[in-house]
């Protein structure tokens, strides 16, 4: 149930914002830009209600989502970001099983926070998917911002909807750890820290092959 309700509480900003894309195309009267992001807003919700009462998905599974929600926030935002994702051959047709949308508040950070602030659109989110002998590893590498940049944007711009959506992974991963023998480990680093303008942002996410 802690979980459940975790997995629930970050998912009104995302709604808003999405409504209010929709409230745009509406008063730029852009009848097809309109049933195109409504389509995917609905997909998306449905993948989201459906996961919301699993305790576990497949690693595609979770992929698909991941894809879904990139792409109407590529919408969203007038294409200023593109994304690859990429996973080891040796994970094709395996029934390796995770927690659902465990991964997007991650994804989200790199859209919010990191690509969304550059300013020539030339924004890229990297997915990728590996496995070695008793781990999987999911990498979320972005080259937006950066952290210590972000912080200021967001200290800025007061007024919008700060996302607790980290905070609340936190304490998801903190549950999903005390519960398994396996413990999941989450490491946040500058994806190019030598690159003063955008360092971007990586995040590698590694879970037990096996959890429990």
């Known amino acids: 149930m802690e979980q459940l309700a975790i997995k629930v509480s970050d998912e009104p900003h995302f709604i808003f914002n999405s409504l209010n894309s929709i409230q745009q195309y509406v008063m730029d009267k852009d009848v097809a830009g309109a049933n195109k992001f409504i389509s995917g ?3 998306l919700i449905r993948q989201t209600l459906d996961f919301s009462s699993k305790q576990k998905v497949g690693i595609q599974e ?3 989502y991941l894809k879904n929600y990139l792409e109407l926030e590529k919408t969203r935002l007038e294409s200023a ?9 040796l994970l094709a047709n395996t029934g390796y099983t995770i927690p659902p949308m465990i991964l997007q508040p991650f994804v989200e950070n790199s859209v919010r926070h990191g690509v969304r602030y550059r300013k020539d659109n030339s924004g890229h989110i990297r997915i990728r998917v590996t496995i070695d002998e ?6 979320i590498e972005d080259n937006g911002v ?6 200021n944007f967001k200290s800025s711009i007061p ?5 607790k959506g980290m905070s609340l992974t936190a304490n998801r991963v903190e549950l999903l750890n005390n519960s398994s023998k396996q413990k999941m480990q989450v490491t946040i680093e500058d994806a190019f820290p030598d690159d003063k303008e955008y360092p971007g942002t990586r995040v590698i996410v590694s ?3 096996y959890f429990d």
Request: without cysteine; aromatic residues 18%.
């Open 159 to 163: 007024i919008e909807y700060q996302s």
């Open 81 to 89: 970001f593109d994304y690859s994702i990429e996973v080891d051959p």
């Open 146 to 151: 950066g952290r210590s940049q972000s912080k």
């Open 41 to 43: 807003f609905s997909r």
């Open 62 to 64: 979770e992929l698909d």
């Open 134 to 139: 008793n781990h999987i590893y999911f990498v």
């Open 207 to 209: 879970m037990p092959a």
